[in-house]
């Protein structure tokens, strides 16, 4: 039995997810969290730093910056210096930070992840959007739609990589030809790798997670890459995150948009990414094995079904599924109403799909799969 098999209960927690459908019998799949306890390393740590017992502001201090300067070396290969990093309550808060540090049009690529559609109009920015391709090898950078979305204003794309929704881990080549299009038309590419430790094909050597920024010189220069331990150690509750800014003037003009909007960040979520970056590898290549098995079986169940159709994940614990043929006219409510909370797609720009989150034990993923076998086949 794994780690990973224990159901933990949630439903009397804190937990957004869990208490969403508190009082009804129904599985939240949705929110992007894990129901898995965090690695027995952060915990560990956790336990130290909640005896010390003070709990004042707190900020990094240099084996913090080690464990993360050591951990994109080793994942990555991706070398960076320690004064590139700018500490970061969250991801959307670096998302909305970003819009506010640039002064013209934002692109972004759809469907995604919805803060990225709210960030712009929260900072007063245009937002521009580009349709990722479904094609038959997956999903793609539509070239045409980029270029048609692109205007001379536009001075930063919102960048998803690996990719929420859609799950997607670019490749070099589709990186290089957005550092080019980044080029040629002199915008920022904010790049949102929170998903960054989640690739599931990690097997092929073409499914390796490639830092934006890590490119060229060039790229990294027109770079904001935000990362956190968040989502592959599964401790997005205590909020702790970093952007990685190589340019001195564009680092300046971001730590500017922060002043007086951005915490400190929690002393315990800082505490917990060393424990992370450092010391929870064994945890974190057996989750990866684990979810494997899980986007198994929800494949395998997509698949046994007529109309709901997805492509493969290569990262996330997310399944993107088209519902289109089933020919619902509230997709997520339907679903709701067997059983299941879904994220509704029409929030990420795509009505008529459902993200399902597989980051659970393999019973509670069972019980659901099951549901949504029932719910598909009563639609
Ligand atoms: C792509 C992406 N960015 C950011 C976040 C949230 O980041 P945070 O909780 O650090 O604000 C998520 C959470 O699902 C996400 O999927």
Redesign the pocket.
Known sequence: MSPFDQPIDRRHSDSIKWSKYAGRDVLPLW??DMDFAAPPAVIETLHRRIEHGVFGYGGPWPSLTESVLAHLEGEYQWRIEAEWIVWLP????G?NVACRAVDGEILTATPI?P?FLSAPHFSGRKLNRAELACTDDGWRFDHAALQAALTPATDLFLL?HPH?PVGRCWSRDELLELAALAEANDFIVCS?E??CGLILDADKPDKRHIPFASLSPEAAKRSIT?M?P??TFNI?GL?C?FAVIPDASLRHRFEHAMHGIVPHVNVLGLAACEAAYRDSGDWHRELIGYLRGNLDLVIATVNREKAPKMKSVEATYLAWIDVRELGLAKPAAHFEAHGLGLSDGADFGAPGWLRLNFGCPRSTLEEALNRFTIACRAA
């Open positions: 929110v992007a969250g991801l959307v808060t998302l992840y803060p998803c929420n949102d929170i998903h935000l956190a968040s989502k997005p909020g995150a």
